[in-house]
């Protein structure tokens, strides 16, 4: 890594006192916003869905990109929690048996598991049209314009063409030799696509941002989103279950292609070392001057052990 | 029935000069929007699922509302393509061995018979996503002020305290004995609150439509919405499967509570008649001009025979 790179670089106190208090806003807001009213257990089954669990990465990457623009905190903590509930609906439907059929999801039973399969469909369903409900504020806080943008982007991310689309070629995948083209362009696809999306949406959440300095925090998201998945499928085969909170294992169990399959450990690890460097290129290149949580983030999702 | 709704009413020929060509447009334009430059089976489970069949009655509400305030015509195609997106999505979700488990939709087998549950899942969640992407392009054709009242009032509609919180009480009701202010709620919410939605959307593609219209075209849609289920309900058991294009019979199978087993055939049919005088006079009331075509599809619910 260049000197440049490193200069001034957060450590994890900083970024932890950083992101405390944007946490404390998401869990807040998706705890007020998750699951109230909803009939019978369905909310419940959102609410577990939601709350007391995750990383909260795209949240923070929402976060991060808006405060790099001086975006609108109340579209941010808005959109930061669009993000997660996408990404906290698609672990949902993923868990399900006639996806992954997975019983262990950060360490609790999944939704499933939990609620019966008709529930967690349904769940996961609503924690969708809630992303989008929860963009759409009828306050005056957000501007019609943002509340527009930040729709088309997620559906974009979410949809055929981003997140499940990126799941669908998954599916499609088992047990088929995937080169590294075709490994990179499912991950673009399937868990990319809302990374990307949250850098993308923080950035929304400010009108008049320089044309350039947008298309660096896109190829900043693009890079940090193939990383994630790059150390995923390292944490897969190295971590245990315990710590990942969820099962380890699991994609080389199901014959699944991944980097570590197809560039060794090693090769995979320069892998992710290279986008992280791309990434934090790319925020040099923006000529934003408040991208140190960018930065810090870019490296937490290289270093994490889960 | 009083004269003066049935003064000038539209006939069955007249409803299909107005409807054709709305039909014909939205047939292409759900042909040109879904399921392109998806990624393998993903796109031809979400064309199956939409394409060529259904009544589209939910976007010829949405054109119908639109042409009454003289709405943004672009806007109503939108908005009428992504209604049908919504409906599409949760008959393939409903359809699902975890839900409904039907085989036969439309006359055709169920979107997971012929593509498999996983993709019968994605498809589903793909086609939420879509239906918000479509209602917000980016190329100037739909102000975003129309773009962001039309995410919100579909997000409502389709989500936890509307359709998706209809399926959660539907799914819980099963051999409860509801009373009928009990399973109106729940057919508020499961099929009301999209087709009311539809109307609602229609109307928010103009803007300054007075206030007073806004709340007779919402009266419209919710008494509208509830004739639907219980013509449905009546349906159930007077139709055959064939003529149906699905599985008649079945709520009655499943013991769910039906406004025939709870008012009886003869108590249906008035409860059905009562809420189309009460859609009809909501129209009166609008003070709008061109409500024809509302009025129309009033009747068109009420006396259909699938």
Chains 1, 2 share one sequence.
């Not at 808006?66 to 996408?86: F, H, K, P, Y």
Request: proline share 3%; hydrophobic share 50%.
């Amino acid at each position: 890594m260049s000197a440049v790179h490193t200069a001034g670089r957060w450590d994890a106190q900083r970024l932890a006192s950083w992101s405390g208090p944007h946490l404390a806003n998401v869990e807040a807001a998706l705890s007020n916003w998750v699951g109230i009213d909803a009939p019978v257990q369905l909310g419940d089954a959102m609410r577990y869905a939601v709350l007391d669990g995750g990383k909260r990465l795209r949240p923070l990457l929402v976060m991060a990109a808006s405060e790099a623009v001086q975006g609108n905190a109340a579209a941010a903590l808005r959109a930061a929690c669009a993000t997660e509930l996408i990404h906290a609906y698609s672990l949902v439907h993923d868990d399900l048996p006639c996806m992954d059929n997975d019983v262990l999801r950060r360490g609790k039973p999944t939704v499933h598991v939990q609620f019966g399969e008709a529930d967690a469909l349904l769940a996961g369903d609503a924690l969708q049209a809630l992303a989008f409900e929860l963009l759409t504020p009828d306050d005056g806080s957000v501007t019609p314009a943002v509340q527009a943008l930040l729709c088309r982007l997620l559906a974009r991310a979410a949809g055929s063409q981003g997140m499940a689309g990126g799941q669908a070629i998954d599916l499609a995948s088992v047990g088929l030799a995937l080169d590294q083209a075709q490994l990179r362009e499912m991950h673009r696809l399937k868990t990319g696509a809302l990374l990307q999306g949250s850098v993308e949406m923080g950035a929304a959440c400010a009108q008049d941002v320089a044309p350039a300095a947008l298309a660096a925090l896109r190829a900043y998201g693009s890079a940090l989103g193939l990383a994630f998945q790059v150390v995923d499928d390292i944490l897969d085969v190295t971590a245990d279950s315990l710590t990942l909170g969820k099962t380890a294992g699991k994609d080389a169990a199901a014959d699944k292609p991944t980097y570590v399959s197809l560039l060794g450990l090693d090769g995979a690890r320069a892998q992710a070392s290279q986008l992280l460097e791309e990434a934090l290129a790319a925020l040099e290149r923006s000529g934003l001057a408040d991208t140190e949580a960018l930065r810090a983030l870019a490296h937490m999702v290289v270093d994490r052990d889960r």
